[in-house]
Nanobody
Framework: VQLQASGGGSVEAGGSLRLSCKAS????????TGWFRQAPGKEREFVAA????????YSADSAKGRFTISRDNVKNIVSLELNNLKPEDTAVYFC?????????????????????WGQGTQVTVSS
C-alpha cells in the first residue's frame, strides 16, 4: 500500500484547507486510515481516523468541531477538512493506514497501530 498526502498550504488564522490521502496498491487490505500531525519539536500526534467499511470515525479532542474526516472508497481517498485553523495547527500532516481491525477504537489513536505512512503535507497557519 502506498499513500500520497496532498492539499497542505499556508493560510491565515480562521482559514480552511482540505487535505487528501490517496491510496494505491493493495487498497482492499486497508481497514482504517488516519491522520496524524507533527509540529516542530513535538511528538507526532493523532488527529482523526475513519474505518473503510463502516465509516466509523475516531477524533482527537483538538479536532472535534473544526476538522472533518471523510472517505471515498471508490477513489481510495480519505480527506481531512480543516476549518477555523489556528496557528497551533501548524504542522506536517501525515496520513497512515492499517489493515487490522480492532474492537476497541482506542488503538486507532496510536502511531504503532498503523503499517503504512504517507510522506506528509505541510500546513502553516499565520496569526
Amino acid at each position: 500500500v502506498q499513500l500520497q498526502a496532498s492539499g497542505g498550504g499556508s493560510v491565515e488564522a480562521g482559514g480552511s484547507l482540505r487535505l487528501s490521502c490517496k491510496a494505491s496498491g493493495r487498497t482492499f487490505s486497508i481497514a482504517t486510515t488516519g491522520w496524524f500531525r507533527q509540529a516542530p519539536g513535538k511528538e507526532r500526534e493523532f488527529v482523526a481516523a475513519i474505518a473503510r467499511r463502516t465509516g466509523n470515525i475516531y477524533s482527537a479532542d483538538s479536532a472535534k468541531g473544526r476538522f472533518t474526516i471523510s472517505r471515498d472508497n471508490v477513489k481510495n481517498i480519505v480527506s481531512l477538512e480543516l476549518n477555523n485553523l489556528k496557528p497551533e495547527d501548524t504542522a506536517v500532516y501525515f496520513c497512515a493506514a492499517t489493515g487490522r481491525t480492532y474492537y476497541s477504537g482506542n488503538y486507532y489513536y496510536t502511531r504503532d497501530t498503523y503499517d503504512y505512512w504517507g510522506q506528509g503535507t505541510q500546513v502553516t497557519v499565520s496569526s
